[in-house]
């Protein structure tokens, strides 16, 4: 089973970049798709980015396309979300999941259906 760990929230000022980490640990952690999702206050949780295991497939949310950019380094068994141009309307929790089917069908299912998360990381935008 793998297991995750968020890092790299913080406070920054709209317009400012910043580049979240998801640190996996457990087997084969080159097979598996990795998802961003965010969570404002009182709202859903929602897709942001998704990468396939090989890397070779990556997806995006509307409302990041061109801001936000997810690699990994299996090597490092780790994901990032490198996110520029922030806005305050980006603030929210940002999680990390991980799971063995295919990028498509992750980001067509949704958070629900995913079961390996990490704990979080807060990222808050000013203006």
């Known amino acids: 089973q793998v297991q995750l760990v968020e890092s790299g929230g913080g406070l920054v000022q709209a317009g400012g970049s910043l580049r979240l980490s998801c640190a996996a640990s457990?087997?084969?952690?080159?097979?598996?798709?990795v998802g961003w999702f965010r969570q404002a206050p009182g709202q859903e949780r929602k897709f942001v980015a998704a990468?396939?295991?090989?890397?070779?497939?990556?997806y995006y949310s509307d409302s990041v396309k061109g801001r936000f950019t997810i690699s990994r380094d299996n090597a490092k068994n780790t994901v990032y979300l490198q996110m520029n141009s922030l806005q305050p309307e980006d603030t929210a929790v940002y999680y990390c999941?991980?799971?063995?089917?295919?990028?498509?069908?992750?980001?067509?299912?949704?958070?629900?259906?995913?079961?390996?998360w990490g704990q979080g990381t807060l990222v808050t935008v000013s203006s």
């Open positions: 990468i396939s295991g090989s890397a070779d497939s990556t």
């Open positions: 999941a991980a799971d063995p089917r295919e990028a498509i069908v992750v980001v067509t299912l949704g958070y629900r259906y995913l079961k390996v």
């Open positions: 457990g087997r084969a952690f080159a097979s598996y798709t």
